[in-house]
């Protein structure tokens, strides 16, 4: 049996006062079998991120009592920061890991943004794979004119939250609750120091452009290397895994007599996304998720 | 940080009187932080296979305890079965999964048997990469004679004890101890009714004939497909993982004209398995095992 593992990323508006911050985090990780893989903060930005992760029970009980206690300690009356946000807790999305698929990180979005309007009489908005309607999708759509422009706008019929009064909360703002898959950053490395060829070959990886829809990538320099790079996120590595990319900017890249050197995967990410290329590779067919002790021990 | 998790599979001589088995793994699986991941018996051999993980301090415990409640249980003056076996837990191996190596199993091996020999007064051979001597590595060589045949040949000097009495304990018999790496069984298939091609190809790679040493193969036709197999244990798969030996017949087979078809991965390995396998073909350097999010949430 596959025990069910979800993320949960956080955004809170304090990247200065650690006490606070550190609130934060020991109100979601003391929740019982929620775990906090990482929390960092800026104060140019005034913001704070928190990862944790845990069977969906648990997931949904820690991100409310980190809002809570953002509720209770923050004050957005008084926030000023670079980023753009709209509440104490500015955004939670509920990424699907293992045992678990989008639409329950949905069902979770929306049980929590019920919780946080009842209980903490904040407006929620719901936005990417949770929104409402097409217009929310898009976090920036839905955090427009912040916590400031927010406090008129949300009187307009098109502005009514999903979840809460019609009445941004003064001290805590408004939160936008989602779900999406998780995001893999991958950077593919050219031996080559001519960045154009990257920009060409990103161009024909990404959706924006016509390549995989669920693809984002740029064409950058490298200085320390002096190579250019392809840096890519997958947005959907059930739908497009690392090897499906790699092997095209492969062929791409040998159409202009360059080889790659190597690629390099950024941060934390499930096992599947490179056991989904393993199997692809070996010709690995009829391996199954529960074949990992890894996923076997998970609680 | 990762925590770290041993495997232990030990062997019970028990496979007729379920209730017995039962009371085994459920001696084993209460330990606190242990977990059982599968069980099986076998009538004919009247033997029992118990797979559990857990950090090193649990399994040491959960070891013990299982072999605490065979020792109870299980009386070797009334056992019989096809199976060559010693004792009413019969082997036990400690095998490393993640943030331990096969050293600190080894030290597990010791203190398990030191634990068998003060409490519970059972001989205890120390065996594969735990063995005190080359020629107890093998563990039918540990086992010679069996139960009955070791009532005598115990107090022969070669066969003294690593801990423990010089006589067979008479209810529970004697235990082999040990450590070694998870097996893991790879299978490829070929597009070739010519089982001698496998049987030429799982020449090249086994180590008994000069190939990788930590790999054992054999050639043989499945019927089902009515296709040739080479049927592979990989034996230390940090050593030789799945794709080089996939590269390796893929190569050998093109030689006789031959298509790989697909493989197999049989059983719950440790996700590294296949990671080792997707950084070797995505070119992907500097891919950190703390990088896998199931690896962070285990305990």
Redesign the interface.
């Known amino acids: 049996m596959i025990n069910k593992?979800v993320?949960c990323v956080p955004n809170f508006s304090e990247g200065r006062r650690v006490e606070v911050i550190e609130e934060i985090v020991r109100a979601i990780g003391d929740t019982e079998r929620a775990?906090v893989?990482d929390y960092s903060y800026d104060q140019s930005h005034n913001r704070s991120v928190v990862t944790f992760?845990?069977n969906p029970e648990a997931v949904l009980e820690a991100a409310f009592r980190g809002a809570k206690k953002a509720a209770e300690r923050i004050d957005m009356r008084r926030h000023s920061g670079e980023h753009p946000r709209m509440g104490a807790t500015d955004v939670i999305p509920f990424i699907p890991?293992?045992g678990v698929g989008i639409e329950e990180c949905i069902g979770m979005a929306k049980m929590l943004g019920r919780r946080l309007a009842d209980e903490l009489d904040i407006p929620v908005y719901l936005y990417e794979a949770a929104a409402s309607r097409p217009e929310r999708e898009n976090l920036a759509d839905v955090r427009q004119g912040e916590y400031e422009g927010l406090i008129d706008s949300i009187t307009k019929p098109e502005r009514k939250p999903d979840f809460g009064p019609t009445r941004v909360n003064p001290g805590a703002g408004a939160t936008a609750v989602g779900a999406r898959f998780p995001l893999v950053p991958f950077n593919i490395n050219l031996d080559t120091d001519d960045v154009k060829i990257a920009q060409n070959i990103a161009r024909v990886i990404r959706g924006s452009s016509g390549g995989f829809s669920t693809v984002k990538a740029l064409g950058v320099m490298i200085k320390e290397t002096g190579k250019a790079q392809v840096t890519i996120n997958l947005c959907d590595y059930h739908t497009v895994p690392?090897?499906r990319v790699?092997e095209m900017v492969k062929k791409e890249a040998a159409r202009y007599g360059v080889a790659?050197?190597?690629?390099?995967?950024i941060?934390?990410?499930?096992?599947d996304v490179?056991?989904k290329?393993?199997?692809f590779?070996?010709?690995?067919?009829?391996?199954k998720g529960?074949?990992?002790?890894?996923?076997?021990?998970?609680e």
Chains 1, 2 share one sequence.
Do not use: W
Request: hydrophobic share 45%; net charge negative; proline share 5%.
């Open positions: 593992i993320q775990r893989l992760i845990g890991i293992t690392p090897h790699f790659v050197l190597d690629s390099e995967i941060g934390v990410v499930p096992c490179l056991t290329s393993a199997e590779y070996l010709h690995l067919n009829g391996f529960n074949q990992i002790m890894e996923k076997r021990l998970m």
